[in-house]
T-cell receptor, first 114, second 115 residues
Framework: SAVISQKPSRDICQRGTSLTIQCQVDSQVTMMFWYRQQPGQSLTLIATANQGSEATYESGFVIDKFPISRPNLTFSTLTVSNMSPEDSSIYLC???????????FGPGTRLTVT | AQSVTQLDSQVPVFEEAPVELRCNYSSSVSVYLFWYVQYPNQGLQLLLKYLSGSTLVKGINGFEAEFNKSQTSFHLRKPSVHISDTAEYFCAVTPLTGGGNKLTFGTGTQLKVEL
């Protein structure tokens, strides 16, 4: 498995501003993912972040809104840009670890946009 | 593409009673299957996974799940629940090959254990 931390754990932001969420893993991993969980709903994949290459975004998510960095094999950031109340969600990062195809999740960042 | 259906959005059960949370999936290719649990105000924790081999999989906290390929199901069971099992449970799949390890999640089942 892997131990994953996220910062901040929660934040309240004003519309029109941006927030950068950090994800730190205790071991080197190739594949990292960013998910969004809107209130009372399931998880939706935003993008896959691989070290040394551009992130791959899912349908409905664009780089200008959710820029992602992956500077090394243990760290990634997701920025939520020009926020609106509809961006209020839990944002989670995950990694594939242990060679068993299972994904392990961070504790999430709870974002409220007012 | 894959899809996951969790028909029960909420399951109330009394403490020490058995419980089954249902999960059905649809996929044109073979998949790996997972159950995750999300306790209030926390991230997701892996409960168990089916990759290959025995179709009965045992996980943490006394949970088990059975993979049924013909019925495309992966139901989660526990013979006796505890109040601390109150949480949201998510079933998820990823294709064996290709797919980039992406997980497709069901909509979740809220398990509420009552005294």
């Amino acid at each position: 498995s892997a131990v994953i931390s996220q910062k901040p754990s929660r934040d309240i932001c004003q519309r029109g501003t941006s927030l950068t969420i950090q994800c730190q893993v205790d071991s080197q991993v190739t594949m990292m993912f960013w998910y969004r969980q809107q209130p009372g709903q399931s998880l939706t994949l935003i993008a896959t972040a691989n070290q040394g290459s551009e992130a791959t975004y899912e349908s409905g998510f664009v780089i200008d809104k959710f820029p992602i960095s992956r500077p090394n094999l243990t760290f990634s950031t997701l920025t939520v840009s020009n926020m609106s109340p509809e961006d209020s969600s839990i944002y989670l990062c995950s990694v594939v670890a242990g060679g068993m195809r299972a994904q392990y999740f961070g504790p999430g960042t709870r974002l409220t946009v007012t | 593409a894959q899809s996951v259906t969790q028909l029960d959005s909420q399951v109330p059960v009394f403490e020490e009673a058995p419980v089954e949370l249902r999960c059905n999936y649809s996929s044109s290719v073979s998949v790996y299957l997972f159950w995750y649990v999300q306790y209030p105000n926390q991230g997701l924790q892996l409960l168990l996974k089916y990759l290959s081999g025995s179709t009965l999989v045992k996980g943490i906290n006394g949970f088990e799940a059975e993979f049924n390929k013909s019925q495309t199901s992966f139901h989660l069971r526990k013979p006796s629940v505890h109040i601390s099992d109150t949480a949201e449970y998510f079933c998820a799949v990823t294709p064996l090959t290709g797919g980039g390890n992406k997980l497709t999640f069901g909509t979740g089942t809220q398990l509420k254990v009552e005294l």
